[in-house]
């Protein structure tokens, strides 16, 4: 069975970093697209990050490019979201998702994917 389990989230400042990981179990396959979403409260998930392990590209959502970064360590089969000049408006609830097939983007919604962790909670201050 396949289970995603994050870790990382805290309080920081604005300007501040932190590293989200996912922790992948249960599944190592070639094609598999990864996802970072975030939910703001009263708001609906929204995509972030994306990575492939077919190509190993990855895909960001405007606002968080050249701020974010995500990565994967194939021996520890996780995946990283590196988050710098974090900012108030980046505080959310940060999953991980993973959905089986190559296409990868962030501009798939969240009902693409089929297996999610839950949730790691990142708040900025001011």
């Known amino acids: 069975q396949v289970r995603l389990v994050e870790s990382g989230g805290g309080s920081v400042q604005t300007g501040g970093s932190l590293r989200l990981s996912c922790a992948v179990s249960?599944?190592?396959?070639?094609?598999?697209?990864f996802g970072w979403f975030r939910q703001r409260p009263g708001q609906e998930r929204e995509g972030v990050a994306t990575?492939?392990?077919?190509?190993?590209?990855?895909n960001y959502e405007d606002s968080v490019k050249g701020r974010f970064t995500v990565s994967r360590d194939n021996t520890k089969n996780t995946v990283y979201l590196q988050m710098n000049g974090l900012k108030p408006e980046d505080t959310a609830m940060y999953y991980c998702?993973?959905?089986?097939?190559?296409?990868?983007?962030?501009?798939?919604?969240?009902?693409?994917?089929?297996?999610w962790g839950q949730g790691t909670q990142v708040t900025v201050s001011s």
């Open positions: 998702a993973a959905k089986f097939t190559r296409t990868c983007t962030v501009l798939l919604g969240q009902r693409a994917y089929s297996i």
């Open positions: 249960g599944y190592s396959g070639s094609s598999t697209c």
């Open positions: 990575f492939s392990t077919f190509d190993r590209s990855s």
